[in-house]
Structure formats: C-alpha cells, structure tokens
C-alpha cells in the first residue's frame, strides 16, 4: 500500500508561489462579508462569513477582527527560501472546500540512523480559512526506506525546549517576519531531527521480547484487551478488531524495511511497525480505498497523535 504522505494533496508543481497554486487549482481568493438572512438582511452580528471568491462557497464563520491570510501570501513566506534553495517545494493541498491549505518543504539536508537509515527533513506550512487556528509550521520527518512520517507534536517540542509558539506565524504579523519567523522553525526542524537520529540509533541498542512489544502494541494504539477472551489464540485477550490490529502489527514485523538484522527485536523495530501501520495500512478503508480524512490525520490530526504518543512510549525506554 501506498504511504499517507504521498496520498495527501498533490505534488506542488511549479518554480514559484503563483504556478504552485495555479496547478494545484488552489489560486483563489477568501474574502469576508457580514451575515444576511435568507431574504438578504443583513445580521446585526459581531460575526461574519469567510468564503471563497470564486464560487462563494462559506468557509467558516469568524469575527469581525479576523483577517483571512491568502493562500498567495502563505506560500509567499517560503518564496524566498525556496529560490534560496533553503528548502524545496514538495505537495500542497486543501481540506474540505478549502477550510485549510497546506503545503510541505523539504529541507535539504538529512540525517543518517546508525549508518544506515536516511531520515529526510520536512516542514508543513499550514493555514486555516474558517478562524479555527494561525498559520502554524510543523516539523516533521520521513524515514526513506519505507516513507513512514513523524510529525512533532507539542509534548516533543516543549521536551526539546522549544517553545510551541515559535512555530505559529500570527495573521496580522508583516511579510518580512513572516519569514523571519519561518526561517527560525527551519532551524528547529533541525535540532528536532538530530535528537530524533540520536534517540534512534540508541534505541537500536534496546531489546525487546516478544511480551514487551506485545505490551508496547497494544498502548500505543490503544488496543482493549478483556481477560474473558484470553485462549490459546489470542494470548492478551484482545477484541476482534484489536486482534486484526495485533496480528497485522506482528506481520510487519517481518517486511524487510522492519526486519533488518541491525532492528529485529529492537524498539525502533517496534516503534516503525507501529508508524508504518498508520502511514500504510489504517489510512485505507476495509475495501482497500482510501479514507481522505485519515490520511489528513495520519500527518496533522488523530494519527499524528497516535505516532507521537507511540514515539514518547517508546523513547521512555532509553531512560528506563
């Protein structure tokens, strides 16, 4: 199955801002208007509409404060770096009608597990046009051999010393800070993946028995366990659909990107098992379509929390 992150959007195709968006057919306009009623008075309202110019599709409903950032203006603040060769133009895309527009960069350079495996460096530049969030920068990286993406979430950053607000671009802020501030988070994807490296070669060092991954599995994603249904089949007494979970978690085990002599029965082994079930195998429906909303998920929602969540878990180990 083909990863979450080249599910996502599209391939950003074009050498600036303005061929991006055209291509991607994301090149429009939001502007904000007061509510009217359904016979065309207008509200008496602290809230407005924001909607699409060109064909008048309601993003959200805001106050009168909130100013929309254009997607020209978003993409603008990596303009520079990119003819910089800072970084590089990867995917875009939109959620819903344009509720919020993302796009991700790469960084140019990567680090290297043990001397071995490649971890490539990301950023997502993402925005909101409903008023549910700033424009935010979101570090992530990508383990090359198999396409499995980490995403740094809050608890990472503060563990880090970072603080989380240096990663949100404020609407009102001018263009000139904008990538100033955007140029700072570069550096923190830096700093976050060289710990990510290091943490990831000492937990190819750390073993894991058979018990412990099991133990490992089941908290990482959850999986409810009942003592009742504990037989020769299902030693932890797992529920049905935890049990398919369990058992096709045990199966990517042994795919050759998990199962190298260097991570067999290792943490890292345990800890990609459970991203490559994320990144591949939960963002596709029973019938082996994809669920457009997981795959947003898997990246910046619910799945992305899963995989930090299995990261904190695994990494206690190191200290343990």
């Not at 909101?128 to 990286?141: E, L, R, S, W």
């Not at 028995?209 to 007494?237: F, H, M, Q, R, S």
Request: net charge neutral; hydrophobic share 40%.
């Amino acid at each position: 199955m083909i990863a979450s992150y080249m599910l996502m959007g599209q391939e950003a195709v074009g050498a600036n801002t303005d061929e991006v968006l055209k291509n991607a057919g994301l090149d429009f306009r939001v502007e904000r208007e007061p509510l009217y009623t359904s016979k065309g008075r207008e509200v008496r309202s602290k809230f407005q509409r924001i909607f699409r110019q060109d064909n008048d599709v309601t993003l959200g409903v805001v106050g009168r404060t909130y100013h929309p950032m254009q997607n020209h203006d978003l993409l603008g603040i990596a303009d520079r770096l990119v003819n910089k060769q800072d970084i590089a133009w990867d995917r875009i895309g939109m959620v819903g009608q344009g509720e919020k527009l993302y796009a991700s960069f790469t960084l140019p350079d990567s680090y290297r597990i043990d001397g071995w495996d490649d971890l490539d460096q990301y950023i997502y530049l993402t925005n909101t046009h409903d008023g549910t969030g700033a424009v935010k920068c979101i570090p992530a990286n990508v383990r090359f051999g198999c396409t499995n993406q980490f995403a740094y979430h809050r608890k990472q950053l503060v563990k880090a010393g970072i603080n989380p607000r240096d990663l949100t671009i404020r609407h009102s802020s001018k263009m000139n800070e904008r990538i100033k501030q955007f140029e700072k988070a570069i550096g923190i994807v830096d700093i976050l993946n060289q710990n990510f490296a290091n943490q990831a070669s000492e937990l190819m060092s750390v073993e894991m028995t058979e018990a412990d991954k099991a133990t490992y599995y089941i908290d990482a994603l959850g999986l409810t366990t009942d003592e009742k249904l504990v037989d020769a089949d299902n030693e932890w007494g797992l529920k049905t659909r935890g049990l398919n979970t369990f058992n096709h978690l045990k199966e990517l085990e042994k795919a050759s990107t998990n199962n190298t002599s260097a991570m067999r029965d290792t943490a890292w082994q345990s800890f990609n098992v459970v991203t490559e079930f994320i990144d591949h195998a939960w963002v596709h429906n029973a019938s082996g379509t994809v669920n457009a909303k997981r795959v947003e998920s898997s990246i910046l929602g619910t799945g992305a929390r899963l995989k930090a969540k299995a990261w904190d878990n695994i990494s206690a180990r190191l200290v343990a």
